[in-house]
C-alpha cells in the first residue's frame, strides 16, 4: 500500500495507461511474491503468446520440488509432524523464489510482457483471488495492445468449477415441456413465487424477496444448522426455483461466494441397493460432475474449502427411509464408503463438509429435525402479481391476454387454480392451443382439477396425431377412444410405481410394460438421464408426479378387472405397502365386510392424496358418458357408488374422533390438513347428494383449518360442503394461502357464516371488497380475522360498511394492514355506530395522532367495547392524551393496548387523572413507549384509590433500575 501512495501528485494513483509496468512491478514487488500462490497460470500464458521460451519457462523453476510449480497443495495444512511443517515451509519458501525469478524474467522482457503479466493476474481472478483487491488499489486496467490477448485459465481447480458452470448451463437453460420440440427457454418462463420464512413454531414471519435472501442469516432458526429448507404443495414450484437458482449461479449472477455447485435430485437414493457403499468424493464426481483432471486435488480443496460449496438437493420426501433419522450411523470420514442415504444424512447434519451450503426441498408435511434446519421456506404460488407477470410471459401480444383474463375473470375457480404454478402453466397451454386452432371453444365449464387434467391430455394426444380439436363432447370421446391402450399402457406403469412409492423406471420396467417408442412420443414419460455416469440405460419418469398419479386413477377407472371393493381400497393405503395391505373399517362396513382396525387411512403421500383426488374426478357422475366408450358402465357406477359412501362417512368419523373446545359461545373443533384433502375430494365428484352428506356430518359449529397449507382453490372445496349446512358455523382459515380468489370462492357459503377468520392469507383490498358485498347481505357475521393482510384505506371503507349495517359483528382483527389514519377514521366511526361491538384488534397499522382522536371520540360513552388495541399505531403524546381524556367518560372498555408507540410522560398523566374517574378498565399496555420514572409516580397515587384495574404495563419505558425499585411494592405496576 506504500508502494500505492508513492506515485501520483496528492496521495492519487495515476491510471496504469500513463505508467510504466516494468516499474509497477518493481515497486510492488513484495505484494506479489507474498500473494502469487500460482506460476504455472502466468508460465503457461506467457508461453502461449510468444512472450517467453520454453527453455525460459523451465529455467524460472528450477527447484528441488516439482509442487512449487503450482498451487499449494491444501493437505500442507493439515501437517502436524514438526518435521513435515518443516518442510512445508521450505516449501513455501521455494515457492517465493521461484515467483521472484519469474518477476525478474518478465521485467527483463520490457513493458508489453509486464503489462500481459498483469493482464493475466486480472483476467484468472479465479486464481489470484488474494490479489484482487491490490488490482483494484493501483486501477490496473489492461492496455489496448493486450487487451484482445486471451487469457487461458489453466487452474486444475478452476478449470472443473467452470466445467461444472457450463453442466448446469446446459441443463438448466430450457423448461421441459409436454411436446419435447416445444422445450422452452429458463428465462422466458420463470416467474417468482410468493415464498415465506417460517420459524420453529410454524409461524410466518417474513417473505423471501431475492434468491439469494435464501443463505443470508434472516430468519435463521438454528445458526449451528446449514440447511435450508424448502417445502410447498406438488405443482408449486420448488423444482423449477432450483432450476433458476442453478442457472443464475451457472451465469455468475448468483452465489458469488459458492465456488461448487453440485445437484441431485433424491430420488437418485432410491435406485441404490442396500449392500451399495460409496464415499463423498464418488458421490460428488462419479454421480454428479467429474474432473478432467486432478480429481485428488479438487477434492482436497473442497475439503478445506467447504464453506465454497452448495448442494441442492431436490424432493427429500420420494426417499424410501425405512429407519427413524436417529438410527443412521454417524460419517464423519469423507473417505470412507457407505450408504448413498447414509452419506446423505450425514451431509445434511454437518458431520460431512460442515460449513457447506444446502438447500433441500420436500412436499409440504414433510419433516425434518430441527437440529438440522438452518432455516425454513415456505412456497406459496403465485400471488396476483406474479399471475400477471406470468401471464405477460405466457402470451405475448395484448389481445391474447386481455381475452384468458376475460376467461379467467368468468370461472373463479381457474382462478384459484392458476395461483399454483403447475396448474396454471396447464391451463394457460390449454388456451393457447384453443387460441392458434382459432377453436370457438372456452375454458367456462372446466370446473375441477380432474376436467382441467383431461382436457390436457386431449390437447396433447390431438396435437400428436394431428387432430383437430371440434366440440368437447364429441373430440374428447373420439380422442381418448383411440388413444385408449397407449393411455392403459401408462396409467398401468403409473399404478405400479405409485403403489410402491416409485417414479423412476427403468428401461427393463418400460420393456415390461409394453412400453412403445409411439407412447414415449405422447410426452408424457421423459428420459431422466444417466446417474452412474458410467454409460447404463437410460431412466425414465413422468413429467410430474401429479401427472403420474392422474394416469394411476385413468387405469383404475377404465381397468374393468379392478373391482370397486380394489378401486376404494386404495384410499386406505396408509404406510409404503401394496394396496391391500391395510383396508378402512368404514369402507368394509359400508361393503359388508367386517371392520379393521388401521391407521388413519388419509396420512399418506402427497402422490397417493392426487391419486384419490384425480379418483374422485373420473368417477364423478359428469364423466358417466365419457367412459361409456372406454369401460363397462356396470363397472364404473359399481365404483361409483362405492365411493359416494365412502367419502360420506369419512368425513363424519374423522370430525367425530376430534376434540371439541368451546370457543366464544361456539363448539370448536381443529380439524386436521387430511380433512382438507377429504374436502378437495369431495368437490372433485361434483356431487350434491355427497357434498350434502358430508355436511350433515360435521356436528361442531365452528371449525378451525388453521396451518392446513390451504389455497385459494380449498374455498371452492369447503364452500361446496359448507353451504348445505342448516344451521350457523365458524370457520377460521388463518394462516394459510387464501387470498382474494379464495375469498371470492368462499360466496356460495357466506350464508351459513358466523365467523370468519382469513388473518395471514395475502388478503387485498377487493378481498375486503367482496367480504362487505357478502356479509352485509346476510347480516350473521359476529367475528371477523383479517389480521396481517394487505388491506390499505380503501379496503377499510368496505370494512366500515361491515362494522355499520352488520350489528352482530362484535369482534374485528385487521392488525399489521396498511391503513393510515384515513382508515383508522372510518373504522372509529363505524364502530361508533355500531352499539354491540365488543373487541378491536389494530396493532401493527399507522394510524398516527388524527386516528387516535377519532378512537378517542368512539370511546367517549360507547356502550360494549371492552378490549381496544392501537399498539405500533406510530401515536404520539397528542394523540395519546385524546385517547387518555376519553377514558374518562367510558364505562365498558375493560383492556387497551397502547404498546410500542411514542407517548411520554405528559400521556401518562393524563391517563392517570382518568383512571381516577375510570372504574371499569382492568388492562392499561404501555409497553416500549417514552414514558421515564416522573410519569409512573401518577400512576402509584392513583392505585392506592383505584382498586379496579389489575395492571398497569410499562415494561420497555426509560426507567431505571433505581427508579423501579421505588415501585416495586405496587405488583400492579408492571415494570
Not at 405 to 415: D, I, K, R
Not at 800 to 807: G, T
Request: hydrophobic content about 40%.
Amino acid at each position: 500500500m506504500d508502494g500505492v501512495q508513492q506515485h501520483g501528485a496528492q496521495g492519487q494513483v495515476p491510471s496504469t495507461l500513463d505508467r510504466s509496468f516494468t516499474k509497477l512491478l518493481k515497486v510492488h514487488r513484495e505484494v506479489l511474491v507474498g500473494r502469487m500462490t500460482n506460476t504455472e497460470c502466468v508460465l503457461r500464458n506467457l508461453q502461449r503468446k510468444g512472450y517467453i521460451s520454453n527453455e525460459e519457462a523451465e529455467l524460472s523453476q528450477q527447484q528441488p520440488t516439482q509442487a512449487a510449480k503450482t498451487r499449494l497443495h491444501p493437505s500442507f495444512l493439515e501437517l502436524n509432524s514438526p518435521s513435515l511443517k518443516l518442510w512445508f515451509w521450505k516449501l513455501l519458501f521455494y515457492c517465493c523464489v521461484i515467483v521472484r525469478q519469474i518477476l525478474d524474467l518478465i521485467q527483463s522482457k520490457g513493458e508489453e510482457t509486464a503489462d500481459y503479466f498483469l493482464n493475466i493476474l486480472y483476467q484468472a481472478n479465479d486464481i489470484y483471488t488474494d490479489l484482487s483487491q491490490w488490482l483494484k488499489e493501483i486501477q490496473y486496467e489492461p492496455s489496448e495492445r493486450v487487451r484482445a490477448k486471451s487469457v487461458v485459465n489453466t487452474d486444475t481447480v478452476c478449470q472443473y468449477i467452470q466445467k461444472i458452470k457450463q453442466d448446469l448451463r446446459q441443463d438448466t437453460r430450457f423448461v421441459t415441456s409436454y411436446v419435447r420440440k416445444e422445450d422452452i427457454l429458463l428465462e422466458d418462463t420463470y416467474t417468482d413465487t410468493l415464498m415465506e420464512l417460517i420459524n420453529a413454531v410454524n409461524e410466518t414471519v417474513g417473505t423471501v424477496s431475492h434468491l439469494e435472501d435464501l443463505f443470508s442469516d434472516t430468519g435463521t432458526i438454528n445458526k449451528d444448522a446449514e440447511t435450508v429448507f424448502v417445502t410447498g404443495d406438488a405443482g408449486v414450484g420448488k423444482t423449477i426455483l432450483l432450476q433458476q437458482l442453478q442457472n443464475l449461479w451457472s451465469k455468475s449472477e448468483l452465489c458469488a461466494d459458492v465456488k461448487f455447485f453440485f445437484k441431485f435430485r433424491c430420488r437418485l437414493f432410491n435406485s441404490f441397493k442396500e449392500e451399495d457403499k460409496i464415499c463423498l468424493r464418488d458421490l460428488l464426481f462419479k454421480y454428479n460432475c467429474y474432473p478432467d483432471k486432478d480429481a485428488d486435488e479438487i477434492f482436497s480443496y473442497i475439503r478445506q474449502h467447504p464453506a465454497t460449496v452448495l448442494f441442492t438437493l431436490d424432493g427429500y420426501d420420494e426417499i424410501n427411509l425405512d429407519s427413524d433419522l436417529n438410527d443412521i450411523p454417524d460419517v464423519s470420514s469423507p473417505f470412507e464408503p457407505t450408504h448413498p442415504i447414509t452419506l446423505l444424512l450425514n451431509l445434511l447434519r454437518g458431520k460431512l463438509l460442515k460449513g457447506s451450503k444446502k438447500l433441500l426441498t420436500a412436499r409440504t408435511g414433510t419433516n425434518l429435525p430441527l437440529r438440522m434446519v438452518r432455516k425454513r421456506v415456505t412456497l406459496k404460488g403465485f400471488s396476483k402479481e406474479h399471475l400477471m407477470g406470468y401471464l405477460k410471459k405466457f402470451f405475448k401480444t395484448k389481445a391474447d391476454r386481455n381475452l384468458v383474463l376475460t376467461q379467467l375473470e368468468a370461472n373463479p375457480h381457474l382462478c384459484s387454480l392458476c395461483t399454483v404454478p403447475l396448474f396454471c402453466w396447464i391451463i394457460f397451454k390449454c388456451y393457447e392451443h384453443f387460441q392458434s386452432s382459432s377453436s370457438p371453444q372456452q375454458l367456462l365449464d372446466y370446473v375441477t382439477l380432474t376436467d382441467i387434467y383431461l382436457l390436457m391430455l386431449e390437447v396433447f394426444l390431438n396435437r400428436s396425431t394431428k387432430v383437430a380439436m371440434n366440440k368437447q363432447s364429441k373430440s374428447q370421446n373420439e380422442t381418448f377412444k383411440a388413444k385408449k391402450c397407449a393411455l392403459m399402457r401408462l396409467g398401468k406403469l403409473a399404478r405400479r410405481g405409485i403403489e410402491n412409492n416409485n417414479f423412476i423406471f427403468s428401461q427393463e420396467e418400460i420393456t415390461a410394460a409394453n412400453i412403445s417408442e409411439e407412447d414415449l412420443q405422447l410426452g408424457f414419460i421423459k428420459t431422466a438421464g444417466h446417474y452412474d455416469g458410467c454409460g447404463n440405460q437410460s431412466t425414465y419418469e413422468f413429467l410430474h408426479l401429479t401427472l403420474q398419479s392422474f394416469f394411476t386413477a385413468f387405469a383404475l377407472v377404465v381397468d374393468e378387472e379392478i373391482s370397486a371393493r380394489e378401486t376404494i381400497k386404495f384410499f386406505a393405503k396408509c404406510d409404503n405397502h401394496m394396496i391391500g395391505a391395510r383396508v378402512n373399517s368404514l369402507l368394509l362396513h359400508c361393503l359388508g365386510y367386517n371392520s379393521y382396525q388401521g391407521k388413519e387411512p388419509l396420512d399418506m403421500n402427497e402422490h397417493l392424496q392426487f391419486t384419490i383426488l384425480f379418483l374422485c374426478g373420473l368417477l364423478s357422475k359428469a364423466k358417466r358418458d365419457f367412459f361409456k366408450h372406454l369401460s363397462s358402465s356396470r363397472s364404473v357406477q359399481r365404483k361409483r357408488a362405492a365411493l359416494k359412501s365412502y367419502l360420506a362417512e369419512r368425513v363424519e368419523a374423522h370430525l367425530k374422533t376430534l376434540p371439541k373446545a368451546p370457543y366464544q359461545g361456539f363448539s370448536r373443533v381443529q380439524a386436521l390438513p387430511r380433512f382438507i384433502w377429504l374436502l378437495r375430494y369431495i368437490f372433485e365428484t361434483q356431487s350434491e347428494a355427497v357434498a350434502s352428506l358430508a355436511a350433515r356430518g360435521i356436528y361442531a359449529d365452528y371449525i378451525k383449518l388453521t396451518f392446513c397449507n390451504a389455497f385459494s382453490a380449498d374455498c371452492s372445496a369447503i364452500a361446496n360442503v359448507l353451504r348445505h349446512r342448516k344451521k350457523m358455523i365458524g370457520l377460521e382459515l388463518d394462516n394459510n394461502n387464501i387470498n382474494d380468489y379464495g375469498v371470492k370462492e368462499l360466496i356460495p357459503c357466506f350464508s351459513k357464516l358466523a365467523v370468519v377468520r382469513l388473518s395471514v392469507n395475502m388478503v387485498t383490498d377487493d378481498g375486503a371488497k367482496v367480504l362487505a358485498e357478502e356479509l352485509i347481505k346476510y347480516k350473521i357475521i359476529k367475528y371477523l380475522g383479517l389480521y396481517r393482510n394487505q388491506i390499505t384505506d380503501v379496503g377499510a371503507q368496505y370494512i366500515a360498511k361491515i362494522i355499520e349495517e352488520c350489528s352482530s359483528l362484535h369482534t374485528l382483527k385487521i392488525g399489521l394492514n396498511k391503513l393510515t389514519s384515513v382508515g383508522g377514521k372510518l373504522l372509529a366511526q363505524a364502530i361508533q355506530k355500531n352499539k354491540a361491538f365488543r373487541d378491536l384488534g389494530m396493532w401493527g397499522n399507522r394510524i398516527g395522532d388524527l386516528g387516535a382522536v377519532a378512537f378517542a371520540e368512539t370511546l367517549r360513552n360507547h356502550p360494549s367495547i371492552q378490549e381496544l388495541s392501537l399498539a405500533a399505531n406510530g401515536i404520539s403524546t397528542e394523540g395519546g392524551k385524546s385517547l387518555a381524556a376519553a377514558l374518562r367518560d367510558n364505562c365498558s372498555l375493560e383492556t387497551f393496548w397502547l404498546t410500542e408507540n411514542q407517548l411520554n410522560d405528559d400521556a401518562a398523566l393524563i391517563f392517570a387523572e382518568s383512571l381516577m374517574v375510570n372504574r371499569n378498565l382492568l388492562h392499561l399496555w404501555l409497553i416500549n413507549n417514552k414514558i421515564t420514572g416522573a410519569g409512573v409516580k401518577p400512576f402509584l397515587e392513583v392505585l392506592t384509590k383505584n382498586s379496579t384495574i389489575k395492571e398497569i404495563c410499562l415494561n420497555g419505558n426509560s426507567i431505571s433500575a433505581e427508579e423501579a425499585k421505588t415501585f416495586e411494592n405496587e405488583k400492579r405496576l408492571v415494570l
